[in-house]
């Protein structure tokens, strides 16, 4: 039998390493101040119309007719549940959920079912709060075992103030934003002239996706702004930049003006984390406040996930995962009194031990058991009490 495109089973080491990654990340979370919620893995379709395409949704239909969907995004349910509470100031929140991307291309790295852990902060936290999530998103990766790694942050306002008066409708926009994201210069060439964009134009177009590395992209970038708003953007990242070397954050971040993922999802800081020798994100990430508003007045919010299996590959690529533990005892009863075995294994548990029945018809079937399972003692109890016995 076979798995339907896109999903996957996740065996016992695997389960094990994950179990591990998603409690340290967690308790990191929870550390800052973020409570955990969970959201339901069916929604109404209405909750995601014009954010995510439905094309992208896994769709089946309620008893009422109405159109559900298989959750493809936890932030959003967030701002929903977030809507019907009376806060001021701040709130914290942070998940473990499965989400659901129907993907009908075999052809890519994108699975159909993928579980991530998340933070999202909601509220006016100001600059600081940028600073937060990035400074929390190299705290999950550092509790999670990751060392090798950078946060990439950017700024999608920049590319927006630039955009201002190219004349480009949405469609094309969106297809130059592509080209900027996946650094195609020779693309976005063709691209620029086959639009007549303006010369001055496709020039700082064209310098946009050079511009990544340490925070002296900041100031090269300057020469690209056209009003106030465009040199308030790089304040902003320069402030964020200054705050993290100050907190001794600096050696895990760099700066990509040209990193433009979620144009219309994201609404400033936008950042991505990426592990050595992996080609794909482990975390996304950034403001939406565009998004938060749509649910509650004046509702700022930022956040980011990390794919859970994504992080697993690049913490086997540097051999930190381990193999699950076996069982500490295995045992089988041949005849004794089964009020004593219950009451002596209850005890080894109690003490947090493994303890396993094997099930075995007789002793040498039970040491076959351990050995296979690499158990190394076994517990045999018959009417003469127990007898324990280390397996080699």
Excluded: W
């Amino acid at each position: 039998m076979t798995l339907p495109y896109g999903v996957q089973d996740y065996l016992p080491d695997e389960c094990y390493n994950k179990n591990i990654a998603e409690k340290r990340i967690c308790d990191t979370f929870s550390a800052f101040g973020y409570d955990r919620i969970e959201t339901p893995a069916l929604e109404y379709s209405d909750l995601y119309a014009g954010i995510v395409p439905v094309e992208k949704m896994f769709k089946l239909t309620d008893n009422d007719g109405r159109l559900l969907v298989l959750r493809p995004d936890t932030t959003l349910q967030v701002c929903r549940m977030a809507a019907k509470m009376q806060f001021s100031g701040v709130k914290k929140f942070y998940y473990t959920e499965n989400s659901f991307e129907y993907l009908p291309n075999v052809y890519t790295s994108r699975t159909r079912e993928f579980s991530q852990a998340g933070v999202e902060l909601l509220g006016d936290s100001g600059p600081d709060g940028d600073v937060e999530i990035i400074i929390l998103a190299i705290e999950a990766f550092l509790s999670a075992g990751l060392e090798n790694f950078l946060i990439e942050i950017g700024d999608v306002r920049f590319f927006k103030c630039i955009m201002r008066g190219c004349g480009l409708d949405e469609e094309d926009v969106q297809a130059m934003r592509e080209l900027i994201d996946k650094k195609d210069q020779l693309g976005l060439e063709v691209f620029l002239q086959r639009k007549g964009v303006d010369e001055d134009l496709k020039e700082k177009f064209l310098i946009l996706p050079s511009l990544f590395g340490k925070a002296d992209v900041l100031e090269e970038a300057r020469r690209l702004c056209g009003d106030d708003s465009c040199a308030a953007v790089l304040d902003h990242l320069g402030y964020i930049n200054g705050r993290l070397q100050k907190l001794g954050y600096g050696k895990y971040i760099s700066f990509d003006l040209g990193l433009l993922r979620g144009l219309n999802y994201y609404s400033g800081l936008v950042i991505k984390g990426l592990a050595a020798d992996m080609g794909l994100s482990v975390l996304d990430g950034g403001r939406y406040d565009d998004i938060g508003g749509l649910f509650k007045e004046g509702m700022s919010a930022v956040g980011f996930a990390i794919g859970m299996k994504r992080l697993l590959v690049a913490l086997d690529n540097r051999r930190a995962l381990k193999k699950a533990p076996p069982c500490d005892y295995a045992y089988s009863d041949f005849g004794a009194d089964g009020a004593a075995v219950s009451a002596y294994i209850g005890r080894l548990r109690r003490d947090g031990l493994r303890v396993t029945d094997a099930f075995a018809p007789d002793r040498a079937a039970l040491k076959a058991f351990a050995k296979e399972n690499g158990i190394g003692k076994i517990i045999a109890f018959t009417a003469d009490g127990a007898e324990t016995e280390e397996v080699r």
